[in-house]
Structures are given as C-alpha cells and as structure tokens.
C-alpha cells in the first residue's frame, strides 16, 4: 500500500496576490513541450502539435509556449506559475485529447496542486460580521444579577407533573365546570 | 427582528396569493407561481397579526431600506447554496467547489440561491430562498485544479483480495468578489416577472 499521503502537506485555500478580487489574472506564465520526432510514445504530442498547439497558443497570448525536439526521450510537459512553480508532467504514449486536457489543467490551476491536501474548503478574513455566537447571546440580562445559590436557577428545566399534581388539576378543573351546584351537593351529602 | 420581517414578507406574499390566484388553482398546482419557495403555505391567519406589529414590522423594513440606502449598513455576508452544499461567504473570501462543474477560470458569475443575507444590524432570512433580485452575489472562478493523490486500498484478509485505485477529482476555486442588496427589502410585486425566466 502506498504510504505516500503520510508525509503530504496540508494546508487551507489561497490564491496567489489577492487573484480574483479586481481582475483575474492567468498564472501559468510558460509552458514547454519536449517530445521526440520518431519515437511511437511521442506520437500523440506530435499531433497535438501539428493540430491544436498553434490555436491554443493564440487563444492565450499571456502564455509563452515553447516546443523542444530530442531524440528518443519521452515527452514531457512543464508548466511554470507566476509563484515560481515548476510543474513536470510525463505524456509518454498519451494521445492527442489526453495532451490537450492535461495542458488545460496545466492553464486553470494556479501551481502544484498534487502536493497539497486541503484542510477546508473554505477561506475567510472576516470569519464573523455579526460576532460570534456567546452562550450569554439574546439572554434576558435578569441572569447576570440572580444571587446564588438559588433555587429557581437550580431546578430541572423540565420536572414532570406527579401523578397527584395531575389529580388535584382534574379536580379543580371539574369543580370549576360543575360550578356552584355541585358544591351543594357535596354539603348535602356531608350533611348526611 | 429577522422574524417580523420574515412575518411581513410572508403576510405580504399571502395578500398577493389571494388576490392573483384562485383557490382552485392553488389546489391544483399548475401556476408558475408554484415554485419552491412558496409551495403549500402553512395556512395563516392574517388578522391573527395585529395591526400594531405590522406597523412594527414596516418600521423596521424601512429602516433597512433607509440603512442600505444610505450605505451605512457596513460588510454584507450571506448564505448562499452552490452545487449541493451551503457556504457562509463575505466578499473578499473563497470557497472551493468539488467535483465536476463546468465554469473555467476568468468567468464571472452571480450566486443565485441566497439562503439568507445579513449586515451588522439586521438579517434577511429566506423562506427557504431570498427572493430573485433582492441580493446580488457575484463571484469569479479563479482556479480549477484537481487534489492531492487519493488512495482507495481494500484488501481483504486471507481471501487473497487486494484491490488499490488512486484517485484525483476536479475542484474549483471561486472568489466572492460582492454582495449587495439591490432591491428594497419588502418589494414582492418584482419577483413574480422574474419568476417565468428562473431555473429553479
């Protein structure tokens, strides 16, 4: 198994020199494609070559492009980021469409992505505009004088009713229906 | 107070319903207006709502209105929905999507699904989304990467099973670049014209 994630760094979101917040700005700065003009495993970076290099190029003038022949290597691309960053990638026996989608993710990203595991996906300088959240948030400001100890402060929230408390409601509750009468009727039949 | 101006909203929207549209049609579901944000409307009683806290409830929206006019209402966060999840955003931050999506770096785009927007006094609450026009959100997508290497290993004991794949997936990084309220806060008669051309 490979142990390989053991030693990653991690790290949070950034981008590179606030990118983004007045204009967007391409940080791929060069790329280099190395390839070989006879070797089969450099077949589909000479199509690539022949076919789509020159349109990519024009579609993005802020990347400088450079195309190096050597013989009987495998081809190979390198990016190179405005942060310094150097990204190799092996293209050995790749076809024409798996080069232009590996120069595309060389184009969107902003650097070696590989190295790094995210801890959040998320990123704030500002991580609370409201302030954060404090047990003492919308309470009745009566807490903070309460003496203690104090016995309403120190009761259960919720204390069930006792059967005898249910008992003695129903009563009340049935002497308050019944109403005058009925109380006569009870003297009536003490009186017995 | 983000209550009463939810109660408000939602007496003012009940108004509207009554008056546009027949309880038939409501019963059927067939009108545009059926959307998600105001599906089957928990029955309300209008006059259960006293006059006085409506008088209260206007107060307050105008004093949002009279705030955000005035521009006195300071940094804005909100609550926005994108691709399945929620993200508490404030402009100037970045939020990474994950998986697949198609917008490439450079593009602008505004957040649409506004869950909720608030300010340092005040907080409008959607029901469950704000309505469309009243808070804008635009974003640029800055970077689309893939992640570090993720391993999958199974391997099962004495069964002679091991299986190991590696993994990368695509992620998109988005920069918030503003976040405004654009409409005053208790308009509701806007949103139904925008409503025909809405996705969702």
């Known amino acids: 198994m490979s142990n390989s994630h053991l030693f990653l760094k991690s790290g949070f979101p950034r981008a590179p020199l606030q990118n983004g917040l007045g204009r967007y700005v391409c940080q791929l700065q060069r790329i280099t494609l190395k390839f070989c003009k006879n070797n ?8 690539f070559i022949e076919n789509h290099l020159v349109d990519f190029a024009k579609e993005n003038p802020g990347i400088v492009v450079y195309v190096k022949p050597r013989r009987h290597r495998t081809p190979v691309l390198v990016g190179e980021y405005l942060n310094g960053e150097r990204e190799w990638l092996n293209c050995r026996n790749n076809t024409k469409d798996e080069i232009s989608k590996w120069i595309e993710l060389l184009k969107t990203q902003n650097g070696c992505s590989s190295s790094l595991r995210l801890r959040k996906m998320w990123h704030t300088d500002v ?9 003492f948030l919308l309470r009745s400001p009566d807490a ?10 120190s009761k259960p929230l919720d204390i069930p009713k006792t059967a005898t408390d249910k008992l003695i409601e129903l009563f009340k509750k049935q002497k308050l229906e019944a109403g005058d009468g009925a109380e006569d009727l009870l003297k009536q039949k003490r009186a017995e | 107070m983000s209550f009463l101006v939810q ?13 546009t549209l027949t309880g038939a049609m409501r019963a059927l579901s067939l009108s545009p207006g059926m959307h998600q944000q105001n599906k089957p409307a928990p029955v309300v009683d209008v006059a259960a709502i006293t006059k006085d806290q409506q008088k209260e409830c206007q107060l307050i929206c105008d004093r949002i209105n009279q705030q955000v006019a005035k521009a006195e209402q300071g940094r804005l966060f909100a609550v926005v929905h994108l691709c399945g999840k929620q993200f508490k955003i404030t402009p100037g931050d970045i939020i990474l999507v994950e998986g697949y999506w198609p917008p490439t770096i450079g593009d602008e785009i505004s957040l649409d699904k506004v869950l909720l927007a608030g300010a340092r006094d005040f907080t409008i609450v959607g029901r469950p989304i704000l309505e469309p026009g009243l808070v804008t959100v635009k974003a640029t997508v800055i970077e689309k990467t893939l992640t570090h290497t993720k391993t999958h290993f199974k391997k099962k004991r004495r069964k002679q099973y091991m299986r190991i794949n590696f993994q ?17 806060v208790d308009g509701t008669s806007k949103a139904k014209e925008d409503l025909s051309r809405r996705l969702f």
């Open chain 1, 144 to 153: 903070n004088s309460i003496e203690y100890p104090n016995i309403d402060a």
């Open chain 1, 40 to 47: 089969g495993s450099s077949r589909g970076m000479r199509d």
């Open chain 2, 168 to 184: 990368r997936s695509p992620n998109t990084m988005i920069r918030i670049n503003s976040i405004e309220v654009t409409q005053t």
């Open chain 1, 127 to 135: 991580p609370s505009v409201q302030g954060p959240w404090t047990p």
């Open chain 2, 7 to 19: 109660s408000v909203r939602h007496v003012l929207r009940h108004t509207t319903q009554r008056t």
